[in-house]
Nanobody
């Protein structure tokens, strides 16, 4: 089980920005596809952004496309999610996710403990 630590969540107004961070071992990030998921109580969790294990391509859910950016840090053991133009519907617990490409897209990856993002209107 990968050890993932998320940070950067908080309360922000509509239209604001937040940057989430996830740290793990260098080998965890090097060997796996990486992503960010979110969940609202009572709803299914969803993958909102991902980078393939080879790092060659990214995925974004339609609901965040053009507003969120996923990228790796230069230190090789940090993953970021830059969130701009936040909307109330972005309010959720956000999780760092790692696994194979298949595991990420089939909700079979390893999820961290999460960081709460709340967008107020």
């Amino acid at each position: 089980q990968a050890q993932l630590t998320e940070s950067g969540g908080g309360l922000v107004q509509v239209g604001g920005s937040l940057k989430l961070s996830c740290t793990a071992s260098e080998s965890t990030f090097r060997l796996n596809a990486l992503g960010w998921g979110r969940q609202v109580p009572g709803k299914e969790r969803e993958l909102v952004a991902a980078i393939t294990s080879g790092g060659g391509s990214t995925y974004y859910a339609n609901s965040v496309k053009g507003r969120f950016t996923i990228y790796r840090g230069d230190d090789a053991n940090t993953l970021y999610l830059q969130m701009n133009n936040l909307k109330p519907e972005d309010t959720a617990m956000y999780y760092c996710v790692v696994g194979s490409d298949y595991e990420l897209y089939t909700d079979a990856g390893s999820w961290g403990q999460g960081t709460q993002v709340t967008v107020s209107s």
